[in-house]
């Protein structure tokens, strides 16, 4: 797959969005930041024309490029939701809505277990897959190598589903729970990333979609059980510290893979990675790491549990059970559902 990119010159220039460390510091680097890519650079490898004539992912990716509005708006929008109703819900009752929210949750839980099936299996064993080739082809092959095609498909679903995860906080505002800075922070840049990285076609998308898509799976099927009644609470709670790892670990991946694209980079390897959404990408899993890493450690490692008495529920059911009338999902009010 990497030697097919390499067969188009045209695909390793700054017109294309490439950019290593020798042009990185010029003045055309500015339009990496509102990406939009010709047709010129359309690349439809031999081994996807089949795939490319079920998703076309140049055309996906171009219209994507094309309308930075869209997400620019929806974040405005979202910002100025959290405040307006946030004042409006003050002095008005919880608006609860839980069959609403048990659908939302179990429904993304399906969506989310449906493209971690597709991209898991082609991150690891795909043309550019990281079992079948090596590392710097899974991470620097052009996103054509999993773009085009059913997983291409669900890929931009991915990429799209960002914009429907902003009505997680509109539950949050309506039942009066906290909506804390890890929550709407996470919310809007995550977006912007996610925006950015398909518009510029970066090679390491699929390991994002695909850690992400599975961290989800059981996150909103957690958050579903959440809604279920005392039973449900009971049952998910056992799967509250495993969520929380699993997302610092997402976080700790992210790093890593993101790194090594760098470093391909600096020791002049064709990698076709955005420095420019390289930059962006560490800056926001290293900030995500932080705040996970703070929320692990006041739940897991240096939370206080009350004393109860012996007849009562144990302190870990009862503050579960009492967090849930004030929160969207039955988790404690400290922590914010993040992706």
Sequence with gaps: MMSEALESELLRTTLCGYRNFTNLFTTDALMDLHPTLPISCDHYPPSTNEQSKIFDANHWTRITSQNWHIPLTACAIYLVMIRVLKAYMRERKPIRLTPIVIVW??????????????????????????????????????????????????????IYSKLAELFDTLWLLLRKSPVIFLHWYHHVTVLLYCWH???????????????????????????????????????????????????????????????????????????????????????????????????????????????????????????????????????????PKVN
């Design 197 to 335: 990285a398909y518009s510029i076609r970066i090679g390491t998308g699929l390991w994002f979609a695909a850690m992400n898509y599975s961290v989800h799976s059981i996150m909103y099927f957690y958050f579903g059980l959440t809604q279920c009644g005392p039973r449900g609470r009971k049952l998910a709670k056992r799967f509250a510290m495993l969520i929380t790892s699993l997302q610092l670990l997402q976080m700790i991946v992210g790093i890593m893979v993101t790194v090594a694209s760098v470093v391909y980079h600096a020791q002049g390897a064709t990698c076709f990675v955005s420095l420019t959404n390289s930059a962006m990408g560490l800056v926001m899993y290293a900030s995500y790491f932080a705040l996970f890493l703070q929320l692990f450690l006041s739940h897991y490692v240096y939370a206080k549990k009350p004393k109860l008495p012996s007849n009562c529920p144990s302190a870990d059911v009862a503050a579960l059970s009492s967090a849930a009338d004030q929160t969207q999902r039955g988790r404690p009010v400290e922590r």
């Design 105 to 158: 949750n179990f429904g993304l839980s399906l969506f989310s277990f449906c493209g971690m099936v597709l991209c898991v299996p082609h991150l690891l064993y795909g043309p550019a897959g990281l079992l079948t080739t090596n590392l710097h082809t899974a991470v620097c092959s052009h996103a054509a190598s999993y773009g085009h095609g059913r997983v291409g498909f669900f890929v931009a679903l991915f």
